[in-house]
């Protein structure tokens, strides 16, 4: 079986590279086509398809999309794999009429899309678990050592990872009080931020980086969710993913708070939360834990086979068939056509 990558931001990586182990274990084939929008990160053993022609001529059974879009005049079945957790967002259950199967995390992402898929006809749904956190419960190998560039690393490690959305981004109203507190000297702080992330914000705590404070310039985030010891966001899906760690997430003014996030409204509250996060309360842990279960119940870091699995189903048992016809989408296909020729992937 074939299987192509669709990256459209850099993010995408690590959500697909562990996919594409399962599927060389396999006897797989495996190709890459990048949108103008992601960075070239692929590896000298990974193939690159830079045109549609290309494309055609690899013939993919199946497209693997971390994103929200894919074009529909690729060959193969358009698979969705999701680029986080983020159920708290209003565009996650959003049905665009692009993907013919949705691969699911865990109950609380299942039941929705089985619902959409009842009232729309068009698209399957399997809980398969998210590629991404393969790694995070089976690692492939060593971790960088964040702490190591920290005047003392032995400090507890807060990883500030905020949402790039300017309505949800708590940047804005945390900058003062993390640059105090990285001042004051109790805690080592490492931010990490989204590639949409406004370029203001970026500048501003780069220029703060020093003994106390990095800002870390990685597209992949798992290895510092395990590397950190609290996690300080707002309305991020990287907030489930560090709770699926057991570990304490402090949020600002999250959209959909519950007794799974140490969750605050007022900026100046932000060190007190950080304390009660370090103290690992039985009862926020009990409550995340009930959360993570429910949102990524699968351990066992084989996401990725399940995806595979799902693909394999679905195009054995021709579900295809079995599908109403996706929504025509005349004029936006008819824009992404138009694009992918000016940009000269399409002739």
Not at 160 to 185: D, K, N, V, W
Not at 266 to 283: C, D, F, V, W
Not at 312 to 335: D, G, S, V, W
């Amino acid at each position: 079986m074939k299987h192509l990558m669709f990256v459209t931001h850099d993010y995408a990586y690590e959500i697909l590279r562990p996919v594409q182990a399962a599927a060389r274990q396999r006897g797989d084939e495996v190709a890459w086509f990048l949108e103008p929008t992601a960075n070239d990160q692929l590896q000298t053993d990974e193939l690159r398809l830079r045109d549609f022609d290309a494309v055609k001529a690899f013939a993919p059974d199946a497209v693997l999309v971390p994103g929200n879009w894919v074009p529909p005049f690729f060959p193969g079945v358009k698979v969705q794999v999701f680029h986080g957790f983020g159920i708290e967002k209003k565009g996650h259950f959003r049905i665009r009429g692009w993907f013919d199967l949705y691969c699911t995390h865990g109950p609380l992402t299942t039941q929705p899309f089985l619902a959409l898929a009842a009232r729309h006809g068009h698209f399957a749904v399997h809980e398969t678990g998210w590629p991404k956190t393969d790694a995070l419960f089976a690692p492939a190998g060593p971790d960088p050592d964040w702490r190591a560039g920290f005047a003392d690393p032995a400090r507890p490690l807060i990883l500030y990872a905020p949402t790039f959305s300017p309505s949800l981004t708590s940047a804005p109203a945390l900058a003062g009080e993390i640059a105090q507190l990285a001042q004051a000297g109790r805690w080592n702080w490492l931010v990490k931020f989204h590639p949409k992330m406004d370029r203001k914000w970026i500048a501003h705590f780069q220029a703060l980086a020093g003994a106390t404070l990095q800002v870390a310039g990685t597209s992949a985030i798992n290895p510092l969710l395990r590397a950190a010891d609290v996690l300080v966001s707002d309305t991020s899906s990287v907030v489930a993913e560090f709770l699926l760690l057991d570990k304490p997430a402090v949020t600002f003014r999250n959209s959909r708070p519950g007794p799974h996030l140490i969750n605050f409204t007022r900026a100046a509250e932000l060190e007190a939360h950080i304390e009660r996060a370090l103290e690992r309360q039985p009862g926020d842990l009990a409550a995340a834990r009930r959360f993570a279960e429910a949102m990524h119940p699968c351990r066992d870091g084989r996401s990725s086979e399940r995806v595979l699995d799902a693909i394999a189903t679905f195009i054995n048992e021709n579900r295809m068939a079995t599908l109403k016809p996706k929504p025509r989408n005349f004029f936006r296909r008819l824009k992404m056509r138009r694009r992918y020729r000016r940009l000269g992937l399409v002739k």
